[in-house]
Each structure stands twice: as structure tokens, then as C-alpha cells.
């Protein structure tokens, strides 16, 4: 069974730096695009940044320069380093990977940036 599993959330201090991973278990071969989304309070989901098996990066708008997404193929698992947060940063933030034609997310991990 394919599962997401996230770590990394916590609270930290405006211009601080936190540090997401995301590993896929199940023994399956990730070969579609991985990536995070993030949800604050009353807030519609949205991208944060994804990346290719090949390494290509899309990132909102809001945290490029910022944040940057790795991935290694070997480990089915992506990185998400987060730094100059802020506190529009607060949300839960949530992976996801496309697997074989399926797309699944991770149950969130929350980050909290407090000014």
C-alpha cells in the first residue's frame, strides 16, 4: 500500500528556516512528479512547489527565492527547504506525488511561523 509519509513541521521564528521531507513507502518506484501544497485556515489548498522525476522545479510565486524542492529517486523522497519564513508562511502543509497514473497525499504536517 502506497503511503506519504512527512516530517519535518514545527514552529518556528519569522526568518527562521525549516526543513520538509516526504518519502513514499510501499516499495514502488516513483516516477510522476512530487511535490507540497500547502492550507492555512479558511484558505483554499494550494501549490507550494513541485518537481519532476528529471529534476524540473515549479514553485509559487509567493516563496520563490525562498523555499527550494529536491528530490532523490533513489530514496522516493523530496525535500523541501524553507528559509526567510513568514508568518503568511503558517499553514499545513501537505505532499504529494503522482504514482502510477494515481495522485496521493500525505495526512499534513503543520508549520507555524510566529513574528
Known amino acids: 500500500q502506497v503511503q506519504l509519509v512527512e516530517s519535518g513541521g514545527g514552529l518556528v521564528q519569522a526568518g527562521g528556516s525549516l526543513r520538509l521531507s516526504c518519502g513514499v513507502s510501499?516499495?514502488?518506484?516513483?516516477?510522476?512528479?512530487m511535490g507540497w501544497y500547502r492550507q492555512a485556515p479558511g484558505k483554499q489548498r494550494d501549490l507550494v512547489a513541485t518537481?519532476?522525476?528529471?529534476?524540473?522545479?515549479n514553485y509559487a510565486d509567493s516563496v520563490k527565492g525562498r523555499f527550494t524542492l529536491s528530490r532523490d529517486n533513489a530514496k522516493n523522497t523530496v525535500y523541501l527547504q524553507m528559509n526567510s519564513l513568514k508568518p503568511e508562511d503558517t499553514a499545513v502543509y501537505y505532499c504529494?506525488?503522482?504514482?502510477?497514473?494515481?495522485?496521493?497525499w500525505g495526512q499534513g504536517t503543520q508549520v507555524t511561523v510566529s513574528s
Open positions: 518537481i519532476t522525476r528529471g529534476g524540473t522545479t
Open positions: 504529494n506525488a503522482d504514482i502510477m497514473f494515481m495522485n496521493y
Open positions: 510501499g516499495g514502488i518506484r516513483v516516477t510522476g512528479a
